[in-house]
């Protein structure tokens, strides 16, 4: 079984090079894979990666 990895909103500052508050509104964005879990905000790698090439699109 793969093990699925969750990225935090300083995973996805410090992976794309923004700042923390640029990846907060990315993860209030209608269009985000992102879910809460209690007060924390997480994205699944697999969903942000699916969520990048339709950005190019």
């Not at 935090?8 to 964005?29: A, C, G, M, V």
């Not at 992102?34 to 790698?45: A, D, M, N, P, Y």
């Amino acid at each position: 079984m793969q093990k699925t990895n969750y990225l935090t909103p300083k995973d996805l500052s410090d992976r794309f090079k923004i700042k923390k508050q640029k990846s907060y509104e990315l993860f209030h964005r209608e269009d985000f894979p992102s879910i809460r879990i209690g007060r924390k905000l997480l994205v699944r790698e697999d969903k942000l990666l699916e969520w990048e090439e339709n950005q190019l699109m």
